[in-house]
C-alpha cells in the first residue's frame, strides 16, 4: 500500500510539472502574441506620424511656388499646352517629394517606436527581476 501511495504521488508530481511546463508553454505564446500586438501598434504610431508630418512647409512652400509659376505663365498669355505640363510636374514634384520626406520619416519614427517598445520591455524584465530579488531578501529576512 505504501509503495503504491509513493508511486501516484509521482505521476501527480510529474503530471503537475508537465502543467507547469504547459502554462509556461501558453504563457509565452500569449507574451509572444502581446509582443507582435505592441509591435504593430508601434508601427501604426509611426505611420500615423509620419503621414501628419509628411507635408510640412518646406512642401507647402514649393506648392504655392508651383502655384504662383501657373498663374504667371497664364497672366503672360502662355499658351494653356504650355501650362498645363508644367502644372502637372510641379503637382507630381509636389507629391514626390512628399512621399519621399514621408518615407524617411517613417523610417525614423519606426526606428524610435521600436527602441521605445524595446526599453519598455528590458524594464519590465528588470522590474520582474528587481520584483523577485525583494521577495527573496524579505522571505531571507523572515
Known sequence: MGVGRVASQRNTE???LVGRRGD?????????????ENERLAIQR?????????????????????????IILLFQQVPVEIVAPVALFGLAMVWLCGWRQGKQLFERF??????RLEYERTRQVEETIEEAVRKAIRARQR
Not at 24 to 34: C, F, L, N
Not at 110 to 115: A, F, I, Q, R, Y
Open 24 to 36: 509556461k508553454v501558453q504563457a509565452d505564446k500569449s507574451s509572444e502574441r502581446e509582443n507582435k
Open 14 to 16: 510529474s503530471s503537475g
Open 46 to 70: 509611426a505611420k500615423d506620424r509620419a503621414r501628419t508630418a509628411r507635408w510640412d512647409l518646406n512642401i507647402a512652400i514649393f506648392l504655392f511656388a508651383v502655384l504662383i509659376i501657373v
Open 110 to 115: 519606426c526606428e524610435e517606436e521600436l527602441s
